[in-house]
């Protein structure tokens, strides 16, 4: 009997629905030839669930996020719900589900194969062949710590946030790093500024720890961020995982996501709890929703990585050799499109990638 998975499948706003449509195109389509099923869940979160029930995610949608396997997210937001504040933003209902289903560490992949090495900020040799993970803490450090505030007036007025982790967040995290490095080339870097913070000596601590004890197959390697900000410009292709503080994590993936030359590209999963969430880094665009011309390959490889979390390693590996070859053909959507290249739709990039994706399924 074959496998099958229950999805819960969030379009959410924008172009969210446009590029969703292609990750379960995809996922259908290799999970046809792979010998599963997925039962897909299709609910309403951000704007698109303000308008139909008043608040940007209902409890009783995540309630049935909790239930399934996995999370599958579009976009959310757009100017048309600018005008509502605090929970009632639609970017809350994306804290909500995160907070709700426990995800503490989110994964960043960056790739940039040969194809698109051209289309990088940095030169192409320096980017060729780059494929990395930023593994950030998501709930603790500076952005959470206490105390924190403002205090004072005139000259003396001063303004403090205080850096705070446990040794059971940084065990945890590690070992979210060292579990994908395990999937990928077995290589972790460690970033920190233990030359300088205390936090990150017990950062650094904990991870040499965990890694002695359960993960002694997997190098270890540990850097401080300054070093690694230089390092991720000048030699990119040097990392296999990236393990890090919130802070850190928070400029370190968002620097890694120029490499590639587009947003579109990449996908995203908030990870920890028992259910994951899977989504494209990209915004909700909304100027461009629904005219067939966003790049959907940042959703396409974040179902991807929802099959890796699935245990469907080979359909994964499939969808990712898919994209490559797609891009490899010459198939460009607007956002990376020059001239000498094939333009192509949203719906159009989203058959090519099948179309590889199948062939390249064993």
Known sequence: MPKSYSIVVLPGDGIGPDVINEARQTVDAIGNKAGFNIEWIEEAAGGASIDKYGHPLTDEVLDKCKSAHA????????????????E?????????????????????????PDALSEASPLRAEAVRGTDLLVVRELTGGI???RPAGREGSGPEERAYNTMVYTAAE??????????????????????????????????????????????????????????AA???????GQF?????????????????????????LLPSASVGGPVGIFEPVHGSAPDIAGKDIANPVGAILSASMMLVELDEGDSAAA??????????????????????FERVSTSGMGDLVRRHALKALK
Do not use: C
């Not at 870097?189 to 950062?203: E, M, P, R």
């Not at 230089?230 to 990119?236: A, C, F």
């Open 71 to 86: 999370v599958l997210l579009g976009a959310v937001g757009g100017e048309k719900w600018d005008h509502h504040t605090g």
């Open 88 to 112: 009632m933003r639609p970017e809350s209902g994306l804290l909500k589900l995160r907070k709700g289903l426990g995800a503490f560490a989110n994964l960043r992949p960056v790739m940039v």
């Open 143 to 145: 952005y959470f710590g």
């Open 170 to 227: 940084v065990d945890r995290v590690s070992r979210v790093a060292f579990e994908w490095a395990r999937k990928r080339s077995g290589r972790v870097t460690s970033v920190d500024k233990a030359n300088v913070l205390v936090v990150s000596q017990l950062w650094r601590d904990v991870i040499s720890r965990v890694h002695t004890e359960d993960y002694a197959d997997i190098s270890l390697n540990h850097m401080y961020v300054d070093n």
């Open 230 to 236: 230089m390092q991720l410009v000048l030699n990119p």
């Open 240 to 264: 296999d995982v990236i393990v890090t503080g919130n802070l850190f994590g928070d400029i370190l993936s968002d620097a890694a996501a120029t490499l590639g030359g587009s947003l579109g």
């Open 319 to 340: 969808i990712r050799s898919g994209v490559e070859l797609a891009l490899e053909d010459g198939a460009r959507t607007a956002d990376l499109y020059r001239d000498g």
